[in-house]
């Protein structure tokens, strides 16, 4: 949950005192420090592009923290990521899987093995997902630790220009400010050009409500680097927050694995909020 750090150095040059040896003549002689160069707003882009590169997919062993108000479960399991198709989360119990999250271009599909019941349904019907107008492209670059905008899939490169880009202290932050109802807040480390912290946050005076990924303890993935601590919370809810917080090992860019999660027909198939009910009460 800690954001990473990094330093960025002022070069200050000073002046030299120069003594003659046979003259009584002190003589002092010295430059102004340098300027410090601005910052090339493109170049620092063309950076957070590199950094942004991916496989085509991505499975980890899972620790995870689940809290919901004041209630909290902490399990094991799996992530499996298949980019433009599939999100899954696994959870298991005492070796078991207990229960299944999985997101498709279409739909989100909660599974509680434990009670053998399930719930399918389009993203505009989960509350903690509409809350932060979150769809599958949304959802995936929140899980990659991409930039995004909502509503459009184009690479970084291609959607860049959308985002302010200022300087902020250790950090170079990427504001989207012209999307309806929400500000998006992408914050970068400025000595590596890594996303370490994605906000989304309502407009409306008064609402406090808002959603925050945070990502640490990057580790090189086959060539790439990729975050191995994961949080992604819903914040400011009257009823209390919401947090998902993962830490990730035994990475790997293998895509053979099953890409779709079949339903046995002895499961009953249930709302949202009872499905979330079960799981929390384990």
């Given amino acids: 949950m800690k954001h990473l750090l990094s330093i960025a150095g002022l070069l200050l040059v000073t002046a030299l005192l120069l003594s003659g040896c046979k003259s009584s003549k002190t003589v002092q002689s010295g430059r102004t420090p340098d300027a410090v160069p601005a910052f090339d707003v493109n170049a620092y882009k063309n950076r957070v592009v590199a950094r942004a590169a991916r496989p085509s997919a991505l499975t980890a062993r899972l620790a995870l923290s689940l809290k919901a108000g004041t209630k909290e ?7 499996r990521m298949q980019r433009d198709d599939v999100i899954q989360l696994s959870l298991t119990f005492l070796g078991m899987e207990v229960g299944r999250m999985e997101f498709t271009q279409h739909d989100v599909l909660l ?6 019941q399930y719930v399918r349904v389009p993203y505009n019907e989960v509350d903690f997902l509409q809350r932060a107008r979150l769809d599958f492209d949304a959802l995936q670059a929140l899980f990659w630790n991409e930039l995004f905008v909502p509503g459009e899939s184009g690479q970084p490169s291609e959607i860049l220009s959308r985002f302010k880009v200022s300087e902020d202290g250790d950090y170079v932050r990427f504001l989207l400010d012209d999307a309806p109802q929400l500000t998006y807040d992408f914050q970068t480390v400025k000595g590596n050009g890594l996303l370490d912290q994605t906000t989304i946050s309502g407009k409306t005076p008064g609402d406090a409500t808002k959603f925050v990924g945070r990502y640490g303890d990057f580790a090189d993935v086959s060539g790439y680097t990729f975050p191995t601590r994961i ?8 009823r209390g927050n919401y947090s998902l917080d993962m830490t990730l090992s035994r990475l790997s860019t293998s895509d053979k694995w099953e890409k779709r999660t079949e339903i046995s027909l002895k499961y009953r198939q249930r709302t949202v909020n009872d499905i979330m009910r079960q799981l929390m009460s384990l």
């Fill in 111 to 116: 599974v509680d093995r434990f009670n053998k």
């Fill in 231 to 238: 949080q992604f919370a819903v914040e400011g809810v009257r």
């Fill in 73 to 79: 479960i902490s399990v094991n399991g799996s992530l």
